[in-house]
């Protein structure tokens, strides 16, 4: 008899979702991870919680949705479990519109999301006040939308491990066996191993680099101009970001961090004097697909597959770890099929 019901590989923020998802339905859960947890992208600074733009409609962006819905209660359990802070706040979003074309395809957007976003959160066009904490808008006008939200990402995984540790889930650094159902949410080396077990490349690595700055503008919402995440966080700090790099040849923070924090002045003045606390740099696991990958392991029965978050994990680890601990534990899935294995194969 198997002492565990469920082994979880991996210790970033798919990993450590799924986890509490099937601990707090009551399964023995053990959680492994080779180094840290938070040790690969899960570890990264700037915690963007944000929805692709209202239109194009796709399983992508429903599944983001209801994410992003049950986002703040999901998160408030997680903290009640576990006694940790994920700092999470739904701080909304301001994004500049650079001319007439844009303010009207804005006003198209707006609605769209009513229909869409199903009234839970608006997107709507308003005129630029011109206060400190707001990016210059050639037309006067901004996008603000109500469903943007942040999170501090290693406080987020502090806490639920926290949770997990709270109901009765073990977590083992190092190696351990396998027991019961295994899920292999182990990031971009996962995809490798996905990759060499199908002889077909289905992902890859993405560098990506942020900069954290001292400045509190913790109740004010994430600014999104010139290409930059600009996230407010409940500590006192600014992070932003980030850079998407195919090549390489450096994995830590390069001259790409610096240019991070000359744009950010840029497009927000009221940085200028804030100092730089933490140039970060990480890899993150994009499927070829550019959606996550979650479900069966095609050939190992018993086995699944947590990948794929590449720049939208924290957004959608809620859903997606309580879709797998309802495939793994209860034989129901409404993850949709555009997200498998067999569809990354083709």
């Not at 998160?75 to 519109?97: C, F, I, K």
């Not at 997107?123 to 109500?146: I, K, M, N, Q």
């Not at 027991?179 to 993405?206: I, N, P, Q, R, Y």
């Amino acid at each position: 008899m198997t002492s565990v019901d469920v082994t979880v590989r991996g210790g970033g923020v798919f990993g450590l979702a799924v986890a509490w998802a099937c601990a707090r339905r009551g399964a023995r859960v053990r959680l492994v991870e080779a180094a840290r947890i938070g040790a690969g992208a899960s570890g990264g600074v700037v915690g963007a919680l944000a929805p692709f733009a209202p239109e194009g409609w796709n399983d992508l962006k429903a599944f983001q949705l209801g994410s992003l819905l049950m986002a703040e209660g999901w998160w408030a359990e997680v903290a009640a479990a576990g006694g940790g802070d994920p700092l999470y706040l739904r701080s909304g979003r301001v994004q500049p519109l650079a001319d007439d074309a844009a303010v009207a395809a804005a006003r198209l957007r707006a609605g769209a999301a009513r229909d869409l976003w199903r009234g839970k959160a608006d997107w709507r066009v308003v005129a630029a006040t011109g206060a400190a904490w707001e990016p210059a808008s050639a037309s006067g006008f901004l996008v603000e939308d109500t469903l943007t939200a942040r999170i501090s990402p290693r406080a987020a995984c502090a806490a639920l491990e926290a949770a997990l540790r709270a109901a009765g889930g073990a977590v083992v650094f190092g190696e351990a066996p396998d027991e019961g159902a295994v899920v292999h949410a182990t990031g971009w080396t996962g995809l490798a191993d996905l990759s060499a077990a199908f002889g077909k490349k289905l992902g890859a690595a993405v560098k990506g680099q942020a900069v954290v700055l001292r400045h509190d503008a913790a109740a004010l919402p994430q600014v999104y101009a010139g290409g930059l995440h600009v996230v407010p966080h409940g500590d006192g700090t600014v992070a932003v970001g980030s850079t998407s790099e195919t090549d390489w040849t450096v994995s830590g923070p390069d001259a790409q961090a610096e240019d991070l924090v000359m744009r950010a002045r840029a497009v927000m003045p009221v940085l200028a004097g804030a100092d730089v606390i933490e140039r970060w740099a990480g890899l993150r696991p994009r499927a070829k697909s550019r959606g996550p990958v979650l479900g069966a392991w095609p050939g190992r029965p018993g086995h699944y597959v947590a990948n794929g978050g590449f720049k939208i994990g924290f957004g959608l680890a809620p859903r997606a770890g309580e879709a797998l601990a309802e495939l793994i534990l209860n034989d129901r899935s409404d993850i949709p099929d555009g997200f498998s294995v067999e569809a990354l194969l083709g």
